[in-house]
């Protein structure tokens, strides 16, 4: 190398960053001996920001743009100044890169459940989780706070701590809120914002401002939810004896359920017409001397079969009692025809079952003499 080379060497410096790692929030220009020269050229682009650093100190923020570093208020640090040290400059200065975009897709979530007492339920456990974004909006203060002298500096290094502050803000804001739990998913934006909010000038200490707080689920324990889906079912189905109605009818058009299905309807109608009476009467069943007995209602009528016939592999029906005497009286239907109703035990010959047999035994008298 010529001596024109090394002066040229000398003269000429560019200084500028470029990252594709999409996690470096801090990277250190590298010069050997940390010396910057008379005259360099300084070029930050959008979305970063230049901290220049003099003997230890903070000297000066640059903003995106190309900039020389020649003005008065620069150190002249070239070596060409300083011929008695061998071109070694003892002005030593340092110039990070900040990157003041946003960091994106950053997840929070709170590790144990938080407590807080529902107008509805009382005293309820939730859990919450979602993402966040972080810009850094102080690049001074981001380096006086926290990177120091790190000469790279990721997110992964910071993100920990922003958790951590997030949900403490979280479980806070949570609290004091008084949202009922049924309203929480209509109001997650709202919570976001508030978090958001109340973390802001926590954040803005250390340089550094959330753009975006999203809370994407806020959920109960399992053994709650279990239960509020069944209260949910209940309130579903609204009108217990319309319900039940409903399902008679159903039941009836299918084919074998419909006696199935009305037995069942009895039995549950009873059924709480004798806890009806329970209710009335005192504990241990034992109803206060001064209340008159309440009147016993009587038990529902019977609920007559209905039957179905197998002739061929082909089944017809269903078929009410006084259906099959018809059918028996017109041939249709015999001693050896199979027949099923619900609650019975397999096919059986209508002669066997004793509901039906009787329809058999019913003779005309003779016909008169002429």
Known sequence: MGIFDFLTGEFIDVIHWTDDTRDTMVWRFEREGH????????TVREGQAAVFVHEGQLADVFTPGLYMLETNNMPILTTLNHWDHGFRSPFKSEIYFVNTT??????????????CRDPEFGPVRLRAYGSYSVRV???????VEIVGTDGEFTMDEISYHIRNILVQEFSRTLARAGIPVLDMAANTRELGMLVAREIAPVLAQYGLDIPEL????ISLPPKVEEVLDKRTSMGVIGNLNEYMHFQAAEGIGREGAGAGVIQAGV?????????????QAGPWGARPAETAPAAIAPPPPPVEHVWHIANGGETTG??????????????????????????????????????????????????PET
């Open 35 to 42: 010396e910057i020269k008379y005259g360099a050229k300084l």
């Open 214 to 217: 999203y809370v994407e689920n």
């Open 102 to 115: 946003r960091f994106n897709d950053l997840k929070w979530g709170t590790k144990n459940p938080i407590i």
């Open 137 to 143: 909006s102080d690049p001074a203060k981001f380096l």
């Open 318 to 367: 269903p078929f009410s009692k006084a259906a099959l005497g018809r059918m028996a009286s017109g041939g249709e239907l015999t001693r050896d025809s199979w027949v099923w109703t619900a609650g019975q035990d397999g096919w059986k010959r209508a002669g066997e079952v004793m509901e039906l047999a009787q329809l058999f035994t019913v003779l005309p008298p003779p016909p």
């Open 267 to 279: 039995g549950a109608g009873l059924g709480m017409q004798i806890g009806a009476q329970m209710a």
